[in-house]
């Protein structure tokens, strides 16, 4: 639980269950599309969780916890922590879509050009759709262990937790494509451009040249 570098997983050992998750790095000046580690051990009475950084799921958590509303094992405790982490990475896919919807608005309706702010957008797209197709490992195996410690009627819901990263990584990936045609069009714009540039200064230069002679 305590090493430098994790991946998501789901180690069974005992009677209990080691797990490594991921989510949005929330904290002042991250990058958000970067990930957070947290790591967990689970046994039917007991939820340990470690992380380096702060992790506001667990902090929501605890605020629930203060207020009388935990859950009621450990087991649908687990799938509260993946759900609200996924919930955080489907909030952050769905604005960077929503700011391409912008960029393309811009480009297409508008014709102004913002360069700089498409390929900080493209970039960070390429970065989450990276970071988010890992996390699917660990719901998916969460919902195929055969530890007694996950129910048979809890095993639908990790499931669907599992579907939601794949779901996210597929809208992403069509983000990207989009951002890729977006920038395709912008170079063959700024081409066009320089080209009638030349075009320009060769006329006058043999205009200049005529009158010299």
């Not at 599309?33 to 340990?48: C, D, E, G, K």
């Not at 629930?64 to 489907?90: F, H, K, M, V």
């Not at 998916?140 to 990790?158: V, Y």
Request: hydrophobic share 40%.
């Amino acid at each position: 639980m305590a090493q430098q570098q994790t991946r998501p997983r789901v180690d069974t050992l005992n009677d209990g269950l080691f797990l490594t998750l991921r989510g949005i790095n929330r904290n002042a000046g991250a990058d958000m599309v970067h990930m957070v580690s947290l790591r967990l051990w689970v046994t039917p009475q007991l939820v340990i969780t470690v992380h380096r950084l702060r992790v506001f799921v667990c902090e929501d958590l605890r605020a629930q916890i203060a207020q009388g509303n935990a859950a009621p094992s450990a087991a649908r405790l687990l799938a509260w922590i993946t759900e609200n982490l996924i919930d955080r990475i489907e909030a952050v896919s769905v604005d960077l879509e929503k700011q391409a919807d912008n960029l393309e608005k811009r480009v297409y309706d508008l014709g102004t050009l913002h360069a700089p702010a498409l390929a900080a957008l493209h970039r960070n797209v390429i970065k989450l759709r990276g970071h988010i197709g890992p996390v699917r490992a660990a719901p998916t195996d969460l919902a195929r262990t055969p530890s007694p410690l996950i129910p048979a009627d809890l095993r639908h819901r990790l499931r669907d937790n599992a579907n939601r990263p794949t779901r996210s990584v597929d809208e992403m990936s069509e983000v990207r494509d989009r951002l890729h045609t977006l920038t395709t069009h912008l170079d063959l714009t700024n081409n066009n451009g320089w080209g009638a540039t030349v075009t320009c200064w060769r006329l006058s230069l043999r205009f200049s040249c005529r009158l010299r002679l």
